[in-house]
């Protein structure tokens, strides 16, 4: 195992640490006594394994370290890590009652995940040579994901968590439509070269 896929797996074993310290952090808040050392806790936790996603690529792009167990488990350690943060912190209030991620933005965000790998499968089953990479649209989709997590952990601005997962849910529809629209092309064109297609 590289030491860039040794930082990947560590990713994905940060994940129910952080999800434990979130909980907890929810349970005090809802005692009304909220213990702020578990929320900057668990965010330190999520924010290191955050960094780590960039710098186990940094490591594996610079220092020949690309391997097939690399490649397959970093998207899902940070699959695991963004569902975990959003499930986590749509069950339980970070502050004032309501300070969230809305049920419905997880729900999205699931339901997107979920016809995207419905998708892959499907072109896999027409023996489709499927290059997992994310689109731009996809990158972009993550990233404002990522900001209404933070929105919700960081409590910096009074501004309700609804608005940066509203611009979030924007992405999130838009990313899921393009991979949609790629999986089509992709099965029209396969259809189009096939030799009974000819006659």
Known sequence: MTFASKITLSRLLMVPVFAVL?????QSVKQGQPEENLRIAALMVFIVASASDAL?????RHFNQRSKFGAFLDPIADKTLLLTGMVTLSMIDWGSVGWRIPLWFTALVIVRDVII???IGILWRFQLKVEIRPHWSGK???????????W????????????????????????????????????????????????
């Open 140 to 150: 972009i989709c993550t990233v404002t994901q990522m900001c209404a997590l933070g």
């Open 56 to 60: 186990d690529g940094f490591i594996a």
């Open 22 to 26: 979130a909980l907890y952090y929810g």
């Open 117 to 119: 790998l419905g998708g």
């Open 152 to 199: 919700v952990m960081l409590r910096f601005s009074p501004i309700s968590p609804i608005y940066p997962c509203a611009v979030a849910a924007f992405f999130t529809t838009w990313s899921g439509i393009s991979y949609f629209m790629l999986g089509l092309r992709l099965l029209k064109s396969a259809d189009l070269h096939r030799p009974d297609s000819q006659n």
